[in-house]
């Protein structure tokens, strides 16, 4: 069965991951944390080295036994997640910036990723809109 799963193709999604952060470059985005919303899919291969089917061990045992991203043949959204919110720590001045740190970075970090596309918002900035940058990526 294990055959059936190489290289198969999964999406995560991200969806509205609400974060505090320095980025813009009006005199008062410079100055205090403002909303930011995140969306995200990530398009990612996983070839597993075996299939889980009723054994509960072997899932426990793949548990224990997979916690650095290097011993993964799939890509743990938690470990995603984190990365992107540690990522504001830089307080990029442009949304641009984060974009292009996140097209150089993400495919470096994570080569499970094919492709991924990610949108970063500011929901606040005006009354009337919301502001959002999109960048996309393939392999």
């Known amino acids: 069965m294990a055959s059936n799963l190489k290289n198969k193709q999964y999406t995560i999604c991200l969806e509205e991951l609400a974060l505090e952060a320095i980025i813009g470059i009006l005199p008062d985005e410079r100055e205090k944390e403002q909303r930011i919303l995140i969306n995200a899919e990530f398009v990612c291969t996983w070839n597993p080295t075996f299939y889980f089917d009723d054994a509960n061990s072997k899932y426990q045992w793949f548990l224990k036994n ?10 743990d959204y938690r470990i ?39 949108q970063i918002t500011k929901p606040e900035i005006f009354e009337d809109c919301k502001i959002s940058i999109k960048i996309n990526y393939q392999k």
């Open 80 to 118: 995603l997640r984190d990365f992107i919110k540690e990522s504001f720590a830089h307080q990029f001045g442009l949304l641009e910036e984060a974009q292009s740190y996140f097209y150089h970075q993400i495919p470096l970090r994570f080569p499970q990723i094919q492709a991924f596309w990610i």
């Open 66 to 75: 997979c916690d650095s991203l290097e011993s993964q043949e799939f890509l």
